[in-house]
């Protein structure tokens, strides 16, 4: 039996605890993370894959409702809150199912085992559950940062540094760096489609910025960024440089 890979979120520990004891009766269910808010989810959408959510609504900083329209790239919602004035938004956001709490097993399954349906037919699921080959591809991404959700558009971003747990995002223009908590590998993913290169372990730069490279150095601006050795010679292919013979 495939297994579906869930994050439970809600800022209540209580609820938090139920969720994931509810999730562990469910055999095809596989609990991943469990979150106390939006952007602890966020962070984890961003690192692994993700086939359903339960979700709260009503939590400090952001409202469920207002998380799962900031993604791109929607897995099923399950959505478990106290309020029952979220419905009808919940059904216009393409939710599987609105469980009011506190939630049995019985409900808990019931719900659980549509969502089961809707991950093993996904044709017949909602359109938002994975992005359709034609998809237009998004120019932006939304990044944590100071708990709140804010919009990088990604044909500005100049280059980006890594910093074990976090990365710096340069902005043309901007006198400083964004500061946000994801993996090099995670954004690495998320910008080099749109003409972006890995050229040193802590270094990613926008290829149409580079402004002169010289003795392994790239310049973009008053920035001076390392390149290795190992990625030299793509970054120069990249750049459709021959070397004279």
Do not use: W
Not at 44 to 59: A, C, G, K, R
Not at 163 to 177: A, C
């Amino acid at each position: 039996m495939e297994k579906m890979k869930c994050v439970v979120v809600d800022d209540e520990n209580m609820g938090r605890k139920l969720l994931e004891e509810n999730v562990r009766q469910i055999p095809f269910l596989e609990l991943v993370a469990s979150c106390k808010n939006a952007f602890e989810a966020m962070e984890v959408l961003q690192t692994q894959q993700v086939d359903l959510i339960f979700l709260d609504i009503q939590m400090p900083g952001m409202l469920g409702t207002q998380f799962l329209q900031t993604l791109k790239k929607r897995p099923l919602v399950i959505f478990v809150t106290a309020y029952d004035n979220y419905a009808v938004e919940s059904y216009q956001l393409d939710a599987v199912d609105y469980l009011m709490k506190p939630t049995s097993l019985e409900r808990f399954s019931l719900a659980a085992n549509k969502a089961y349906h809707l991950f093993q037919q996904p044709q017949s699921g909602t359109p938002s559950v994975t992005a359709t080959p034609t998809e237009p591809l998004e120019d932006y991404f939304f990044a944590n940062v100071e708990y709140a959700l804010v919009r990088i558009t990604i044909p500005q971003v100049t280059h980006i540094e890594g910093l074990k747990d976090y990365v710096k995002i340069f902005i043309e223009g901007e006198k400083r760096p964004i500061l946000t908590k994801m993996t090099m590998k995670a954004l690495e993913a998320k910008v080099v489609p749109h003409g972006f290169m890995r050229v040193h372990k802590s270094f990613i730069v926008n290829l149409r910025k580079i402004e002169s490279i010289k003795q392994l150095r790239i310049k973009i601006g008053t920035y001076d960024i390392p390149v290795s050795d190992t990625h030299a010679a793509e970054l120069l292919e990249k750049l459709n440089y021959s070397r004279p013979s």
